[in-house]
């Protein structure tokens, strides 16, 4: 049996994934969708057998039997609403989970249509700690997470608050709050602190500081977990990817990793 599988988002993870695929047997990219339309047609030729590029999220439905986010929180309610009635996904862009609703709603739909919903860990690590000790009770879960200034240079947040990062000479701390105020003024910068709130104490009780330094070049997540379990801290160096600073590379792995327990049905690990 070949998997269909549609891909809504065509940068850089988005054709790492539909180009890693391209050699599988098992596997068919059968869909493409992204908001520039000239990203997903340029794809589009670079695969074989070529997909289809659809003109909307709905398209997804009835060709495919995964689909893959790679896109933007912004992307993922509707996504949700207008295909997960009718196939699989899986989600990169946890942030978007997070939104007042859009959670509840996917979990019913799934339930009820007898679909799944995955999130792949992406470029963190230490979730299967958060996740098997969480309904025993967790004490603190703490996230910092440091990056190139470069890679945060976009962010209106940072500009509001009148940090310059093009003059950094050391490291600055240029948040610290909740998880879910940091994925709303870092959207693309810091998912994993949506996964991380996902799995534990959820976003109002996981606390994230967002280091700017000029002195690095891998985009470093340092987890810190209390609870009955224990304690547990672990640090993470990811390198970027070389096409998007703000992505790293692992996350594209983590989501090639998903696809391919998905396909093969046995998955390892909690």
Not at 9 to 32: E, F, H, K, M, W
Not at 104 to 109: M, P, V
Not at 162 to 169: H, M
Not at 263 to 270: A, P, Y
């Amino acid at each position: 049996m070949t998997v269909r599988v549609g891909i809504l988002g065509c940068g850089n993870i988005g054709s790492y994934i539909a180009s890693a695929l391209g050699d599988r047997q098992d596997i068919r990219v059968c869909a493409l969708f992204d908001k520039e339309v000239e990203r997903a047609q340029a794809l589009c030729q670079r695969i074989t057998p070529t997909p289809k590029v659809v003109a909307g999220v709905e398209g997804f439905v009835g060709c495919c039997d995964l689909v893959v986010e790679a896109a933007a929180p912004d992307a993922v309610e509707s996504l949700i609403k207008k295909t997960l009635g009718y196939c699989d996904l899986i989600i990169l862009s946890v942030g978007g989970l997070i939104r007042e609703g859009t959670l509840d709603f996917a979990e019913k739909t799934a339930k009820e249509c007898k679909t799944k919903l995955y999130v792949p860990s992406g470029a963190i690590t230490g979730l299967d700690v958060i996740k098997a000790s969480a309904k025993k009770g967790l004490r603190k879960v703490k996230l910092t997470t440091t990056k190139n200034p470069r890679s945060l240079l976009d962010v209106s947040y940072l500009k509001e608050k009148n940090i310059d990062l093009n003059s950094l000479s050391a490291p600055l701390i240029v948040f610290k709050g909740t998880a879910k105020d940091a994925v709303e003024f870092f959207p693309k910068n810091i998912n994993v602190a949506a996964a991380l709130s996902l799995c534990g104490v959820g976003v109002e009780e996981t606390r994230v500081e967002i280091v700017a330094d000029p002195g690095i070049t891998t985009n470093s997540h340092e987890v810190e977990v209390e609870g009955v379990f224990g304690k547990m801290y672990v640090k993470l160096e990811n390198l970027p990817s070389p096409e998007n600073p703000k992505t790293s590379y692992l996350a594209a792995l983590s989501v090639l990793r998903q696809i391919e327990e998905y396909v093969g049905g046995v998955k390892i690990g909690t």
